[in-house]
């Protein structure tokens, strides 16, 4: 059965992981801004994206550990405590630069232990990172148990989460740069083409000479410095610092990076697509918010979006890749050692064999982080 062109354009497009996604979040804003007519004033726009900000972040940094094939549980713990050290070393008297350093360099702290204990000693990321949750939640504790980390006075401090350029928020700023800084560093480095490469396959990246270790660690550290950062962002906008603060984080980031498409196996993903899942979770918590719902039911809510919207993504783009090779959607996934379908090949094989009908508009697929 010939397919239009048409229909082909568009099965190039949801091929591409997290294009579904972002299609609901475009309608989860236009379904918003009719149900309320204050969704989309300036205001509320402005309060959206910096509420945005610390997740976004958080996912940026998680996005290289999920690229190797890893996952980091520390970053809300660590978030935490690098907002207490920041305003502890601000507290104490210490210049600005000095306070700021500290509280990203206790996110770096902690990257580089994850790091070395996983990629140098080979223990398992999950428990080492469970692990550095535990002991950044109880150094919090013990810290905010100790000292009252609250009222700094830096107005310098303060604009980092509060002020504006040109009316641009600061923190919002500051996240663009970082974001951008990290996207061309997945994307345009030898660092991001080896992250790539570990995370599809550790051991014959090793064979065709990629430091893998090395490249595991630095994902690590620089994961804990996205958490620094952010914990210095969080301070400043709260201007205090409670037990608990930023618990459950990690997890949000993680659902970030998950509906932005990229993949938990590894070797996928960008961090533009986990910055627009840490969007998507915003808006939907505002909206709900907007909308008079419950709190209670927040959580239920968010959650059944993402299982929703990271299905149907999957499923969206199964079918228009399938369409676009000519093959069936419902066939099972993989290589057969039966032979050939005559209807064309399935659509994870034609990824896994590089079939020559994926030209470069499916920028976004598996081929692209085999190739990058």
């Known amino acids: 059965m010939s397919v239009s062109p048409l229909s082909r354009r568009l099965s190039r497009v949801f091929a591409v992981e997290g294009v579904a996604v972002a299609v609901i979040f475009v309608g989860m804003i236009v379904f918003f801004s009719l149900a309320s007519p204050f969704f989309l004033t300036g205001g509320n726009i402005s309060n959206l994206l910096i509420e945005s900000v610390i997740i ?47 509280g990203i360099g206790t996110g770096v702290l902690a990257g580089v232990v994850n790091g070395a204990v996983i990629a140098l000693l080979g223990v398992n990321d999950f428990i080492v990172t469970l692990a550095m ?13 100790n000292v009252q980390l609250t009222g700094v006075e830096s107005e310098a401090f303060l604009w980092l989460a509060g002020g504006d350029v040109l009316g641009v928020p600061a923190p ?7 974001v951008a800084v990290l996207e061309f560093v997945l994307i345009a480095t030898p660092f991001g083409r080896s992250a790539y490469a570990a995370g599809i396959g550790p ?41 608990g603060l930023a618990s459950g984080y990690e997890l949000t980031a ?15 993903g960008s961090v533009w697509r ?11 918590s505002q909206g709900l918010q907007m909308l008079g719902v419950d709190p209670l039911w927040f959580t239920i809510v ?13 499923v969206v783009g199964r079918i228009a890749l399938s369409r676009l090779l000519g093959a069936d959607p419902s066939t099972p996934a993989g290589p057969s050692d039966g032979p050939a379908d005559p209807g064309g090949p399935t659509a994870d094989a034609a990824l896994e064999n ?16 085999r190739t990058s």
């Open 302 to 314: 968010t959650g059944l979006s993402i299982v929703a919207a990271v299905a149907l993504d999957r």
């Open 254 to 268: 993680i659902a970030a990076a998950v509906l932005g498409g990229i993949s938990l196996a590894g070797g996928r």
């Open 172 to 178: 919002v700023l500051i996240a663009v740069v970082v």
């Open 56 to 102: 976004a972040l958080l996912a940026a940094g998680m996005t290289f550990v999920l690229v190797v094939g890893g996952i980091d549980l520390s970053v809300g713990s660590v978030t935490g405590l690098s907002a207490a050290t920041t305003m502890w070393a601000l507290m104490s008297g210490a210049p600005l630069p000095v306070g700021l350093l500290i």
């Open 274 to 284: 986990a910055v627009l899942g840490a969007l998507f979770l915003g808006t939907l």
């Open 354 to 369: 590089d079939d020559p009908r994926l030209d470069q508009p499916l920028a976004g697929s598996a081929r692209e982080a």
């Open 203 to 243: 051991r014959a990246a090793e064979l065709a000479g990629v430091p893998v270790r090395r490249v595991r660690f630095g994902v690590y550290v620089l994961s804990g410095a996205c958490a620094g950062g952010a914990g210095v962002l969080l301070a400043s906008k709260l201007n205090s610092v409670q037990s």
């Open 133 to 145: 949750l535990s002991v950044g939640a109880g150094l919090l504790q013990v810290v905010t148990s």
